[in-house]
Each structure stands twice: as structure tokens, then as C-alpha cells.
């Protein structure tokens, strides 16, 4: 009898739920779109051919988009986030374990979103450009200051932090709903938002006496999205404030939603609807609150030149022809320096080779940079400026470097990310590239994804130090 009984209740959960999957597959939303309440694209349902059912990645993106298309799924996501809430389990818990399950969930979400075709090419126009030959030009006599070696180098001890950072409290990033309710769209917990004060701190020591770390943390398309359409009616948070409260002098977090929010609710086209990144216009804007923040007064977006491609289709749509059919193209504004810049891509050998501030062999995001390309990168303005800076940032910061242009006589970049900053072959440390290259200003821009709350790149930036 109880075998039969088990019998019937599992014949009936299988009958259930394949009804409830040929339900989603016939009436579900089949292109990717965003969740407020999980601050990710949900799966969309994947393009189908024999070459991905032999591989199985079609089987893997149909549990994906069943997974996600679940309806009401943002109900029962708030709902168990409100139960969390309650019993004191939110993500701010301060657990080892804890700690790694919110980073996997971070890098699942970054990765789901932005792991596409623009991604793929940065990375394979990475790997395929070979090392040159270096050239006694390029290749400088080894002396004390920048002697390599072949192990990965030991970063500078952490200097003390001059204040206490035992009362840094837990703090969020929040949306407004059109009802008044406030979302918490992401949690820092006083460990992450610690580490990141001591990476700050430990930036600015070793820069010169009028050094300056800026640092910038832009929140992805889909959030800013909901300000456009009327499901929020604003963002915020406390995360900028109380990192400049808690840091030394010298360090600036901009509020980058503070910066675009009215900008958005104006209608302004801030993020590509195509693409996973900001457009340089929100890149402009981020910059140019920081300058002005400083002291400086910083040349207006609108003052600039640019090449405009009104045909441009991005990362959100590639891959998946039936989404592309249905979207318009982006429009790309890319920069036209005042100057002429010279552009550099430099190798742990010291050896350089060409690589252009603009590369107007991409049509898409690439243009700028090229893509990321590590692990250096360095641009002479033809500015008649005597300050340089180092950017180090994902790939949000490549539409960012260009706006640098008017105020440094060079600009140098790279990334820590795994890929283009290869431990493996690490010579030197960014401390060592700042004082050989005169850095005085250091700007870090990495988005919500990549930033205060993903700990291996916290702490990469403190340990390449």
C-alpha cells in the first residue's frame, strides 16, 4: 500500500510539473529580462540547433529558463528575503561561509549577464596577441627601483588605517518602488566595506603628498532601467558616504547614483538597452562630478567631438537572433580626442607595442580600448600637463579613459581581474609601476559587480599592490 501511495504521489508531481514546464514553454517570457528583487537578467529561453543539443548546453539553458520562469518567482524571492530578514539571516552575515556563498552569487549573476560574444573576443583578442621581442628601447636596464623577477611580488605591508573602522555599519543599495516601498537591491556587510577602506587607504600611501584614489562603483543597465519605465522612483544608499568617512584624506567614493538619478528620471540615455555596459555619457558625468568635487572645472559632455554609430547592437543581443530581431539599435558615441594620443599596451617584460586609445576597427563597446587588454596600458595625451593617473578597472572603465584625456599628460590602466593580470607572470607590483611611471592620481572603476562586495578583487587590488 505505501508503495503504491508513493507510486501515485511521484507518477503526480512528474505529471504537475510537466505541465507547469509545457505551460512555460508556450506562455512563459522567452527573451532574457531583469529581476529588481534578484538584481540579475533572468535566462531567456536558448537558441536551439543540433550543435547545442549534441554539446548540452541547450538542455543546460532550458533548466535555466524553467528555473527562472517560474511565475510570480519575484513574490516568493521577496518573500524569502523578508523571512531572512526576520530571523537575522540577510547577506550581511559575517560568516567565512557566508562570505563565499555571496560571492558565488555575485559572480554567477555577473557572469550570467555578462559572460557574451563582447566578452568571448576581448578575451580571445587578449590571448592571440603575442608577446613582441622586446627592444633595448622598451626593454630598460634593470636597476633597484625596477629590478624584475620571475615570483609573483609581495605586496607593501597594509599601513595602519588612521581611523577606526570597528563601527563601520552594514549598508545598502536601494530602489524606491513606484508604491514606496524601498528595495534592498544590494547589502555591503561592515567586512567588505572594511577591506575596502584598507585597499583605499593603502593606495593612497603611496602616492605623492597631492595624490588622490577616486573610486567609482556603477550599477548595471537593468536597475537603472526601472527609473525609466516608472517601476522606481529613485536609488540610493549610504555605502559612498560612510567609505569617505572612514577613509584616509585623499580618497573620494562618488556616489554614481547620486550623479545619474536625476539624469535618468529625465529620460536620458545613460546605458545601452543592447548592451551590459553604461554609455559614455554616464562615464562623463561620474568623471566630471568627481572633478568638481576637487575643485576642477571639468569640460561638459556636450563640448566634446564625436563618431556616432547609430547601428550599434551589444552583448545583450548577440547570440540570440530572435531578441536582436525584436530590438532597436543602440546609438555609440565615440569620443574624438582634442589631442593626438599615443597608445601603448606594455608586457611584464617591459617590451610595448602599439595599441589605440580609439580602435575604429570594432564597431561595437570594443572601440574603446580595443577591449580589455592586459596587464598594462599607457596613453600619452599631448596634453601639456604635468600630473598622470592609473585607472584600474573592468570593462565599464574603457569608455571612462578617454574623458581623462584634457586633464593628465598620460593616462595609464590595467585590470586585476583573472585574465588580464595573470599572477603567474606577474614582475613587478602597481606600487612599483606607480613610483617608476610618476603616477599621481589613481582612479578605480569597477561595477557593481566587481566592486566592494566581490572579495577576490578587493583584495587583488590590495595584494598586486
Not at 512555460?24 to 540547433?49: D, Q, V, Y
Not at 547609430?310 to 547570440?319: E, I, P, Q
Not at 593626438?340 to 570594432?362: C, H, M, Q, T
Request: aromatic share 12%; charged share 20%; glycine share 8%.
Amino acid at each position: 500500500m505505501k508503495r503504491k501511495l508513493s507510486f501515485l504521489l511521484l507518477y503526480g508531481s512528474l505529471v504537475l510539473f510537466g505541465g507547469l514546464g509545457a505551460l512555460l514553454l508556450i506562455f512563459g517570457e522567452k527573451a532574457p529580462h531583469a529581476s529588481l528583487a534578484e538584481n540579475r537578467m533572468l535566462a531567456g529561453f536558448p537558441a536551439f540547433s543540433w550543435a547545442t543539443v549534441k554539446d548540452g548546453s541547450f538542455m543546460l539553458g532550458l533548466e535555466d529558463y524553467l528555473s527562472d520562469a517560474v511565475p510570480d518567482r519575484e513574490v516568493f524571492v521577496a518573500g524569502a528575503d523578508g523571512i531572512m530578514d526576520r530571523l537575522s539571516l540577510h547577506r550581511e552575515a559575517e560568516t567565512a561561509a557566508d562570505a563565499e556563498a555571496e560571492l558565488a552569487a555575485q559572480l554567477a549573476a555577473f557572469a550570467q549577464e555578462n559572460q557574451t560574444q563582447d566578452d568571448q573576443q576581448e578575451m580571445a583578442a587578449f590571448r592571440a596577441t603575442p608577446s613582441p621581442v622586446p627592444t633595448p628601447a622598451a626593454t630598460p636596464e634593470p636597476t633597484p627601483d625596477n629590478q624584475s623577477t620571475d615570483a609573483a611580488p609581495e605586496a607593501d605591508p597594509t599601513p595602519l588605517p588612521e581611523k577606526d573602522l570597528s563601527g563601520i555599519p552594514t549598508c545598502y543599495f536601494t530602489m524606491t518602488q513606484a508604491d514606496g516601498f524601498v528595495n534592498k537591491v544590494y547589502t555591503f556587510s561592515p567586512e567588505n566595506i572594511r577591506r575596502a577602506v584598507r585597499m583605499l587607504n593603502a593606495y593612497r600611501a603611496v602616492l605623492p603628498e597631492d595624490g588622490h584614489v577616486f573610486f567609482a562603483q556603477p550599477p548595471f543597465p537593468g536597475l537603472a532601467f526601472q527609473l525609466q519605465d516608472g517601476t522606481c522612483t529613485g536609488w540610493g544608499g549610504d555605502l559612498e558616504d560612510t567609505i569617505n568617512e572612514y577613509s584616509n584624506d585623499g580618497v573620494y567614493m562618488v556616489s554614481v547614483q547620486k550623479v545619474l538619478e536625476q539624469h535618468l528620471l529625465d529620460g536620458e540615455y545613460l546605458y545601452f538597452k543592447t548592451d551590459h555596459h553604461w554609455t559614455p555619457r554616464a562615464a562623463c558625468y561620474t568623471l566630471n562630478a568627481i572633478l568638481a568635487a576637487h575643485g576642477i572645472d571639468p569640460k561638459p559632455y556636450d563640448s566634446y567631438a564625436f563618431h556616432v554609430n547609430r547601428s550599434f547592437y551589444g552583448s545583450a543581443s548577440l547570440g540570440n537572433p530572435n531578441i536582436r530581431n525584436g530590438m532597436k539599435p543602440d546609438t555609440l558615441e565615440v569620443l574624438v580626442p582634442d589631442t593626438p594620443v599615443k597608445g601603448y599596451r606594455v608586457f611584464w617584460d617591459r617590451s610595448e607595442v602599439d595599441a589605440p586609445l580609439i580602435n575604429n576597427n570594432f564597431g561595437n563597446y570594443m572601440v574603446f580600448l580595443g577591449g580589455t587588454q592586459g596587464p598594462w596600458r599607457r596613453f600619452e595625451t599631448g596634453v601639456d600637463m604635468d600630473r598622470s593617473c592609473l585607472l584600474i578597472g573592468d570593462s565599464f572603465s574603457n569608455c571612462f579613459v578617454p574623458f581623462l584625456v584634457p586633464y593628465y599628460g598620460t593616462v595609464h590602466s590595467c585590470d586585476v581581474r583573472p585574465g588580464n593580470f595573470d599572477e603567474v607572470n606577474i614582475r613587478w607590483s602597481i606600487s612599483e609601476y606607480i613610483r617608476e611611471n610618476g603616477i599621481d592620481d589613481v582612479y578605480i572603476v569597477y561595477s557593481t559587480a566587481n566592486g566592494v562586495n566581490t572579495v577576490h578583487i578587493m583584495e587583488n587590488l590590495l595584494r598586486y599592490l
